[in-house]
C-alpha cells in the first residue's frame, strides 16, 4: 500500500519489511523507575504483499518495548507460523484473495493459514500469540523466538479466541472459540486454564446462526457469548461472495451461562442489530448484569452479502451499556449509549475485570475520518462513563490501544501508568508514551523514540519483570 506524501493523508497501515533491534532508545522526559518490564505488541504485516488481502489476514509481526532502570530497548520479529515459514521458503505468497483464503497455485500440501496476530498475553508462565481461527502460538519472551502451537496436553482443539479473559482473583484464563465445527459454521466452544497453566475445562454448543465473534463477556460468576449479525456463510464463500457480511435482519444475540453451569441452560437475550469488536469490562448487580462495550450500529469494514458498503455513517463504534436483567422479566437487553464520541480499544486495569471498575480508557477518533487509522487521542472514563480526561495528538498522528500497568500490585484501582504506540505522521516513524493513567490531560510524561514506525496494530500487554 502506497502511503501519500501529504502527512494528513499519510496513513500507517503498510507493513515494514524488517526484523530489528534497537538496545538504547532516546527518551524525552523521564521514564519512570517503577516501569520494569516489556510491552508487547501485534498486529498483521504481510510477508508478502498481496492486492485485495483484508487487513485482518496479514501475518503477525511482535513489537517489544523492554523498560528496565529508566532506559529502553526494542527488538520486533515476525511471528513463524507454518504459514509464515512455507511463504517464506518459497518467496512468495499462498493466501490472500480476499479474506485470507488460499491462492488458486498455492502447493496441495500447504493447508495452514494461521498468522498469529491480533493478541498477546502473558498466562501460566507462557507467552502467548493469538489469533481466533488456530491455537495460541507460544512465543519466547525474550527474544521473540517462536515455539509453535500450544494445545494444553491436547486438551484444547480448534479455534482459540484473540480475547481470553484472566480471572483476577484466580488466575484462571477462560476463553471461547467461534468457528468450532470448522469455518463459517455456528458452533462455538469455550474452556478454562487454570492459574497452573492445566486445562480444566473445553465444550462445544450451536449458536444461532454463524457469527463473526471477535470478543466476549465474562463476570464473577457468567460467561457471555454475543453472536452478532456478522454472519458467516460457507455458501457465499464458495460462490466467490464475502465469506463475512453484514446481514442485520438476523438481529443480535447474547447468550447467557454461568461459569460452573452447562452450556445446555444458556439464555438467548435479543436486542436490535449492532456490532461489537471489544468489550471494556463487565460485573454483576444483583440480578443485572452490566458490560461495558465498543458498539457499532453497522459493522466496519465488511460489506452486505452482495456485496454492497454498509453505511460508513453508521460505521463508528461508540462507548455504550448493555444490562441484562437475569431475573426473567425479558428476553431483550438494554443498550444505552454513554458517549457520543468515535473511539475503540477499551482498556481498564485488568485487575477489576469481570468486577465493578471504576476507570476506563479507549483510543478516541476523528469522526470525519474512517474509523481505524485515525484514532487521535486518548479518553479516560469513570464506571459510568463519565469522561475524567481527554488527550488529543498533534493533526495527522494516531495512537494504538492504550495498556495500563500499576504502580505497585497493591496501588489503588487506576494508580498507574498507561503506554500507547504513537505514529508520528509528518517523522514516519513512532513513539512509545508514557501517560500518568488519570492524568492524561497533561500529555506523555516521556516519549520512547523509535527510528521507524510500527504498524497500525491490533493489541498488546504489559508483563512485569519476573
Known amino acids: 500500500m502506497q502511503q501519500d506524501a501529504t502527512p494528513e493523508r499519510r496513513n500507517n497501515i503498510a507493513p515494514i519489511p524488517f526484523e530489528a533491534d534497537a538496545p538504547f532508545l532516546r527518551i524525552v522526559g523521564e521514564l519512570p523507575r517503577e516501569l520494569n518490564g516489556t510491552l508487547y505488541r501485534n498486529g498483521p504485516n504481510p510477508q508478502f504483499d498481496t492486492p485485495g488481502a483484508h487487513w485482518f ?23 513463524r507460523t507454518p504459514k509464515w515459514l512455507a511463504e517464506h521458503d518459497a518467496g512468495r505468497a499462498f493466501f490472500g484473495n480476499g479474506f485470507g483464503r ?13 498468522v498469529a496476530n491480533t493478541n ?19 512465543i519466547e519472551p525474550g527474544t521473540l523466538q517462536t515455539r509453535g502451537y500450544c494445545n494444553y496436553q491436547g486438551r484444547v482443539a480448534g479455534t482459540f479466541t484473540a480475547h481470553p479473559k484472566i480471572d483476577p482473583v484466580t488466575g484462571e484464563l477462560v476463553f471461547f ?8 459454521t455456528p458452533a462455538l466452544s469455550f474452556g478454562s486454564i487454570d492459574a497452573s497453566g492445566k486445562a480444566t475445562r473445553f465444550e462445544r454448543f450451536e449458536a444461532p446462526y454463524a457469527s463473526m465473534v471477535h470478543d466476549f463477556i465474562v463476570t464473577e460468576n457468567h460467561l457471555l457469548f454475543p453472536i ?44 436490535e442489530a449492532c456490532y461489537v469488536f471489544h468489550v471494556m469490562n463487565a460485573w454483576e448487580d444483583g440480578d443485572c ?21 454498509t453505511n460508513p455513517e453508521k460505521s463508528f463504534a461508540r462507548h455504550c451499556r448493555w444490562t441484562f436483567d437475569l ?24 485487575r477489576r475485570a469481570g468486577l465493578k471498575s471504576r476507570h476506563g480508557w479507549y483510543a478516541c477518533a476523528n469522526p470525519r475520518l474512517p474509523m481505524f487509522g485515525a484514532l487521535s487521542g486518548i479518553v479516560h472514563v469513570d464506571g459510568n462513563g463519565k469522561r475524567l480526561g481527554h488527550y488529543l495528538l498533534p493533526a495527522g498522528d494516531t495512537i494504538s490501544e492504550p495498556v495500563f500497568v500499576e504502580r505497585s500490585k497493591d496501588a489503588a484501582e487506576g494508580d498507574g501508568w498507561l503506554l500507547a504506540v504513537v505514529w508520528r505522521a509528518r517523522e514516519n516513524r513512532s513513539d512509545l508514551a508514557v501517560f500518568n493513567a488519570t492524568d492524561i490531560e497533561a500529555g506523555p510524561a516521556a516519549l520512547v523514540q523509535l527510528g521507524h514506525r510500527v504498524p497500525d496494530g491490533f493489541h498488546g500487554n504489559w508483563v512485569g519483570a519476573q
Open 289 to 309: 448484569i452490566v458490560a461495558d462495550v465498543m458498539q457499532f450500529e453497522e459493522a466496519p469494514l465488511f460489506p452486505h452479502p452482495d456485496g454492497r458498503p
Open 228 to 271: 452478532l449479525p456478522l454472519t458467516g456463510s460457507v455458501e457465499r464463500a464458495m460462490a466467490g461472495r464475502p465469506p463475512y457480511a453484514w446481514e442485520p435482519e438476523k438481529g443480535a444475540y447474547v447468550g447467557v451461562m454461568k461459569r460452573k453451569g452447562a452450556s445446555k441452560d444458556i439464555v438467548w437475550f435479543r436486542a
Open 177 to 184: 472459540g467461534y468457528n468450532a465445527s470448522g469455518p463459517l
Open 327 to 350: 431475573s426473567g422479566n425479558t428476553d431483550r437487553f438494554q443498550q444505552t449509549y454513554l458517549d457520543d464520541l468515535t473511539g475503540e480499544f477499551p482498556r481498564i486495569d485488568d
Open 120 to 138: 498477546i498475553i502473558f498466562h501460566a508462565g507462557k507467552l502467548l500469540a493469538l489469533e481466533e481461527a488456530h491455537l495460541p502460538t507460544e
Open 57 to 79: 489476514v496479514g501475518d503477525g509481526m511482535l513489537h517489544a518495548f523492554h523498560l528496565e532502570n529508566g532506559r529502553a530497548s526494542y527488538r520486533n520479529r515476525w511471528v
Open 102 to 114: 488460499k491462492l488458486p497455485d498455492a502447493p496441495a500440501h500447504v493447508t495452514d493459514g494461521g
